[in-house]
């Protein structure tokens, strides 16, 4: 049986590989995450090569290989977007939060929709917030999302109150709990953010007022329990502290 296909691809990652080639990371609408080899991608007049940039949206025919899968064609269906510094910045975000929480071959086109109206809604919107939602909105598609109804400990419901959020558990910790070093301050306010965001319509988004602190404080709580889901620092977002985006 053979595994060739041809799918939509969203660009995520692009490496050179050897001398001549480059190798490319992509999601796609109906085989999930893929790699794939483009021999002569480094050449300047490889159209393939240069088509694959991040961010961009193409058309790939893959064919199957003994070890690595390698592009056979590809179309542009999509140019990236004209992003400015800090919108490429939050782009890198969300390809790089892609291709970490989803699994090679397994079909999600929830999660390709997502990426593409992400990668658009960057330019209208505040990217940092539209890739703040982004990454709740993937977290919760691919089983990974913190647990935000009910205390990580003893299970109570919460009530209106601030509370606590512990990245280590994966979650709120209700304040009779609390107790650990490592949890982060988690408001009320921050929580109904954190809901807002889950909702967040990207073809036809909402406005809503977001407060600065709340954002900081779901923000510091959501990448430090990402880091403790990937168990190494992403690099788009240790990139996005260094620049103070
Ligand atoms: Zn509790």
Redesign the pocket.
């Known amino acids: 049986m053979s595994n060739d296909f041809r799918d939509d691809a969203i660009v995520l990652h692009v490496k050179n590989w050897q001398t001549a080639d480059k190798y490319a990371v992509c999601f796609t609408r109906e085989h999930g995450k893929v790699r794939f080899i483009v021999y002569g991608g480094r050449y300047p007049k490889n159209v393939a090569g240069r088509l694959l940039q991040p961010f961009t949206q193409l058309n790939v025919e893959v064919i199957a290989g003994q070890r690595i899968d390698k592009l056979k064609s590809c179309e542009l269906l999509q140019m990236p977007q004209a992003f400015d510094f800090k919108q490429m910045a939050y782009a890198a975000v969300a390809t790089e939060l892609t291709a970490v929480f989803t699994e090679d071959h397994q079909a999600q086109p929830e999660v390709y929709q997502l990426l593409a109206e992400c990668l658009l809604l960057l330019k209208e919107r505040n990217p940092r917030i539209v890739v703040l939602s982004f990454a709740l909105k993937l977290l919760e598609l691919t089983g990974f999302a913190p647990q935000v109804e009910?205390?990580?400990?003893?299970?109570?419901e919460l009530a209106e109150e601030d509370v606590w959020f512990s990245p280590l558990q994966g979650g709120v910790?209700?304040?009779?709990?609390?107790n650990a070093t490592g949890e982060e301050k988690f408001s009320i306010g921050t929580r109904k953010l954190l809901a807002n965001l889950k909702e967040l319509d990207f073809q036809n988004p909402q406005s809503f007022s977001v407060k600065g602190g709340e954002l900081m404080e779901l923000e510091t709580a959501l990448y430090k329990f990402i880091l403790f889901q990937t168990d190494k620092p992403l690099n788009s977002i240790n990139f996005l502290a260094q620049m103070g985006l």
């Open positions: 009910a205390c990580v400990v003893c299970g109570k910790v209700c304040n009779d709990c609390h």
